[in-house]
């Protein structure tokens, strides 16, 4: 899957939501919040995938 700046995603293993902030050859430059403080990571673009929030109602969690 290709990714641009501003898509919100999660590691396919679950975890935080993040944005992606740039791309730079196989990787995906990324950021979001812990306790209000900004963090920053870099990941091969295989390990993430596109966060789809759930519908409103829904008992399907999208943490995994």
């Known amino acids: 899957m290709s990714f641009k700046p501003g898509d919100v995603v ?3 293993s679950g ?3 993040m944005t992606v902030e740039s791309l ?3 990787l995906v430059h990324c ?3 812990v306790d209000k403080k900004v963090q920053r990571e870099s990941f091969e673009g295989a ?3 596109e966060y789809v929030a759930a519908a409103i ?4 969690s999208n943490f995994f």
């Not at 109602?57 to 399907?60: C, L």
Request: charged share 40%.
């Open 24 to 26: 730079s050859d196989e």
């Open 10 to 12: 999660r590691l396919k």
């Open 15 to 17: 975890g935080e939501k």
């Open 31 to 33: 950021v979001w919040f």
């Open 47 to 49: 390990t993430l995938k």
């Open 57 to 60: 109602g829904s008992s399907r």
